[in-house]
């Protein structure tokens, strides 16, 4: 990438942003509208109290004296405008997280262009009118109309429009690489597709609906959360409620102004404004790593997990086996059974082949090169089971046992004694024997051995720590699997799985109370990703996968269950944190208020006609006057909304050191923290305050 | 302070714990129906009130259910305790009225039934210038019986519930509670009444005694049938007295060994369930955890107000006496306490009654010193958490439990589970309302009667207007609303010019209204804490894990009495500042 590009590219980011955030700033004055605020009980009464504080500044300024107490307006006026900044500070939290996903969402119906289709029967028809089971023909360089599945030809298709990984992908009919989305491109051949869709309800649109919030319910949690929150607020309504007369009866009359400003201060407003923000912004880090959850309820499950199922091939080994080891027939040298299977596998380019051609370097043998040297190569077919080469008149092959067995007796020669014995050792441990020959001569076999991927061993213990199980599911036999499991470190394994044992397993997990979460790409895993509590499917699957899962992992890459996992712990423990901080808080906000409204209550005579209330020994901060404190704690209330904007959105940090670690740790920083924090920030908010109102 | 008094809570807090253990085990083996050495003795007269009451025991009943019976049975209960009470002179054929006292109007008697019904025992009266032995025997003791059986049978359908598997069947009501009565609180009750008499407690149906003193004065002596009444007053945390000045008298409460027996009868019931449920959940562990974080709380309770009675008053510091400990003498403010119980034994004695809602006293909590009479106000704000009501303190605190493992489940990264069940919008919802409740009618009834003339007629003269009167007041419905009726003393709800009630009236505010915050904070309660019974029986159980947050360590200790002491104290600090911190922090009388 150019420099110039670099620039361009940070220049209009920076003014999506600004039009993002000019975008979440009007937003937040339009989610004023109580129609919005009834949905969350915390800031409907905040914004109630922003109205009264009003209505009450505004009879003070134009109306005389008759509200608010000995109250000054532009008190009253002070706490009015902060409640309001309180409550607009929440809407903008919610903003800035739906702002979020909005821009992805724009860039997403860009690419809903109307195209019309070509029928199977050669009509054409407006893709938005596509429904289920029409089937339409798709050349190269051609936008793909709708959802559907392959049902003839293969092709390649640039998916970057969704996935953005640019590099185009397969797509052919039959197999586990059937499924087609809207609006990608076929780049290369033709493809005929059945539509899979009804008109509107294409992945496309899904996706645009979720990353821009219009489809967001509550989650379950969320409204448990929710419903603990309204009824904090409601204790809070009756202590303050019954304040005015337990005052009353003190002799010491309190304005409605301080007690709204008490209310507001004690009820949860921080978790209660951050809290769909928190929801959103867990939707909007999973779309980041390019997963889609079709649900927030899935998100919050995925934090739940105790049971990983695995697909051993490509999740936990590479998705080709290597070569490992030579085992040359008695009489053979390593070297030249090396020489040989290199030769064998010069114009193999399967990963396998370009495996040996790499371990027998390791034995010393020069690379050949193709072109230098006379030879013609024999594919691998279905019927030989076996390739190579011929070179010099002479002929180099490589299969499975028995194929080889069968062209070295066709040749004259007969196998070793000992040629069955290996092979069957390597199948039994779990590998894969090729069998090498040169003409009538068995020379050796070369062990292909399924290859852990680097750094899953550590991915495991993280994984444990976290307190999830992982089963690697595998069509191997038992020994096969125990020997990979046993070498990756996962926890346990499903042998010779089929997708009905899959199925059962999961059935079974739940059974003892377990939630389970697993990928899959193909249409029979679909029943299995639809039973899970957490179903992954692969972009790159079939249509059918990607219906019966909770998510769609757009970049098809197993093992980012891992981080899907970590999110919805995140976004579980972000409302955890935020609801502890929040109460708090409650407890230094009660020594500024309180004795502030107190400051007359059962006064005493203290000297030279000078009366003051016992408990003004509560001002343990110091709080400049009783106004200057009041005004303070609600101004610290609702800057605390915006400075904790940017947590709820990333999210707190989750660590894999055990529950009981994280407990203490979370109760530490956002228990005790929040015990402590608000004194230093009333503190330092009532020395500016309390300086600005003695000049 | 002395080594003594210290020595004496210690001890308290060791005997307790050695006599619960045992007893709550032997309580989750009656609730689980299995065999327990009584149950050859006791099955005959188990199955004989079954057939005799009707009662289909076998049934299993979900909560509605249960909910049903448990107010049906109550309202009975009430019925006939006010009938029985307002026709008093009617039972004089019995010989039990030998004082032939007449019966209490009826808002105070009103009052007086929603009290027992309620377990608060709450009392405007006097008993012995109000109450017949036979009102005593067949009235109230009855129901002192009753109310505290149906505090247990409640927190052990919460702990059905909360250990329940499959279905919605939280046992069967009528059994619960004919096995409560029969195999916990009667042979508690038959040994404690032994005790109690063999120590000088009396028990007899004799006319009241006139006393010549040596000053030549005349003296009426109270008589009755007190031991029976005084063992399940303490065992099923009732508090009410026999006599006005309850424990305090000679004849409930003769001497320390009494006292500290009948500390103990208060809170082995209490103490016992928090192992019942430890072993009915199979989680011994969180039993001990539970039991460690009340235990903290109230030692700490014990501690605070024994330091601020052994240190003295302000009165005694301005007048430059001595308080310390010296022989013969444990020194501190004597004041309003009986000298052969002391400092420690009044100190221990006040907090026991006022975190279970027993709400007995031995002393008089108004002549305590600021901080120490703040102790008791402390207590009460915490809704009966710190043990608690029998029954009424379990189920009371696994909704805070409930609470603090949502808030805490969260901050693990998990969506919340309590013994493998997940908590979800309903069970929050209820548990939410179900702590509510209590601080709603405290907070309620209290503004009535402050914001009102009719509220303000039951103050004292000599506080009336100043924080003593509020905290009068405050501590009157706040006690009412903890079923604990514990009184601070001078709110009064009865005038009555002479013994027997001739010529005696009520006020209707006060008794109605704090009769309506009684059984409102009451039952409502118990609907909640049945309704979350309800709610968690059917749910699915998660095996722990690694994640999984656990309930039975330190760390959750310490979450579990931060969140009881935040929502208490956020609760009830505005108007604990305004009587008795107000009061407590000034030397200046108001």
Redesign the interface.
Known sequence: MSDSQTHHGQESASLMQGAMIRRALLDSIIKLDPRVQIRNPVMFVVEIGSVITTVTWLIQVFGGKALGGNDPAWYTFTIAIWLWLTVIFANAAEAFAEGRGRAQAATLRSMRKETVAVMQDGSSKAASELTRGDVVVVAAGELIPGDGTVIEGIASVDESAITGESAPVIRESGGDRSAVTGGTKVVSDRLVIEITQEPGHSFLDRMISLVEGAARRKT??E???N??L???T???V??V??????????GASISDTSLIALLVA?IPTTIGALLSAIGIAGMDRLVRRNVLALSGRAV??S??V?VLLLDKTGTITIGNRLASELIPMPGVAETELAEVAQLSSLADETPEGRSIVVLAKQYGIREHEMAHINAHFVPFTAQTRMSGIDLDGQQIRKGAGDAVIAFVEGEGGAPPPQLREVVERIAREGGTPLAVARDSQILGVIYLKDTIKEGMKARFDHL??????TVMVTGDNRLTAAKIAEESGVDDFLAEATPEAKLALIREQQG????VAMTGDGTNDAPALAQADVGVAMNSGTQAAREAGNMVDLDSNPTKLIEIVEV???L??T???L??FS??N??AK?FAI?PAI?AT??A?RVGSGRSE???H??NIMGLGDPRSAVISAIVFNAIVIPLLIPLSLKGVR?RPI???A???R??LI??LGGLIAPFIGIKLIDLVVHGLLGA | MTLLGWATIAIFALVLTALAYPLGRYMARVYQGERVFLTPILQWPESFIYRVIRVDHKQQQDWKAYARSLIVFSLAGWLLLYFILRTQTLWNFTGLNPEHFHSAPWNVTFNTVSSFLSNTNWQYYSGETTMSYFSQMAGLTVQNWLSAGIGVVVAVALVRGIVGRSGRSLGNFWQDIVRTTLYILAPISVIGAIVLISQGVIDNFASYLTAHTVTGLTQTIGMGPVASQEVIKELGTNGGGFFNTNSAHPFENPDGFTNFFEMLLVLVIPAALIFMYGKMTGNRRQGIAIYGAVMLMFLGAVAVAYIAEAHGSPAQHAAGLHTGAIAGSGGGNMEGKEQRFGIAGSALFDVITTVTSCGAVNSAIESYTGIGGAVPFANLSASEVIFGGVGTGLYSILLYVLLAVFIGGLMVGRTPEWLGKKLEAREIKLAGLGILITPLAALFCTAMATATSAGRASISKVAAGGPQGFSETFYAYLSQANNNGSAFAGYTGLVQPAAGNLGSHGISFADLLGGVDMLFARYAPILFALAVAGALAGKKVSPVGLGTMRTDNPTFVVLLIGVIVIVGALTFFPALLLGPIVQGLTGHLY
């Open positions: 379950p949690n409204i448990a959360l419903i603990l309204a009824a904090l409601l204790i809070f009756i202590v409620a019954t304040l005015r007369p337990f005052s009353l009866f003190a004690l919050e499950a934090g739940d105790d444990r720590a976290m307190g999830i199980r003892e109370g377990y939630m919805g712990k995140q579980l423990i409302r955890g944190a609801t502890t109460i708090a409650d407890v009660y309180l107190f209550v059962w005493v209330s016992p408990l020994v509560l989750y055990g529950a009981g994280l407990l203490r979370n109760m956002y228990g």
